[in-house]
């Protein structure tokens, strides 16, 4: 069996849960802090942290699904010449690498660690991967263009 992000009641209990602990911390860390912002200035904090957490947290989990079911497969197929483009059927062909022939991503070494058997893709593994690269280069990249703003301000 394979790991499925979107699940049912079980899932979405653990979500609740996670969510309510992370919002007792910020409410304890606010109870903590010296010297105390106005209740107005924390608010704003919060809500844009939280805005932005859960906009990677859905956009990850709605990309991890899709490409794991094979929604977006279709764009990363690749001719067996090895060729991208248009097929004869109107669908576009491009960016995958298949093996040995293969047109699928699923069978590209890259995804190897994310994909088991064909029908069998990790969506948690696949998570985990964007979760990653989101909070290592994607950080990092955050932190050059605010350098960079500073430089020009």
């Known amino acids: 069996s394979s790991c499925r992000l979107i699940g049912g009641y079980f899932a979405s209990l653990i979500q609740l849960l996670l969510f309510i602990l992370s919002f ?15 209740f107005t200035v924390w608010a704003l904090d919060t809500c844009k942290q939280g805005v932005s957490a859960n906009l990677i947290h859905f956009w990850n989990i ?7 079911r094979g929604t977006l497969a279709g764009i990363f197929r690749v001719h067996s010449g090895g060729k991208a483009g248009i097929d004869d059927d109107g669908s576009f062909e491009g960016l995958g690498a298949g093996v040995g022939g293969s047109s ?23 998570y985990m991967v964007t ?18 703003t500073v430089r020009k301000a």
């Open 24 to 38: 007792s911390a910020l409410l304890i860390k606010r109870h903590l802090e010296n010297p105390k912002r106005t």
């Open 62 to 68: 709605l990309a991890s699904v899709l490409v794991t």
């Open 104 to 126: 699928s991503i699923y069978s590209s070494s890259t995804l190897a660690p994310v994909a088991g058997k064909q029908g069998e893709e990790d969506e948690c593994a696949l």
């Open 131 to 148: 979760f990653f690269l989101d909070t290592t280069f994607g950080v990092y990249l955050c932190s050059l263009f605010l350098d960079y």
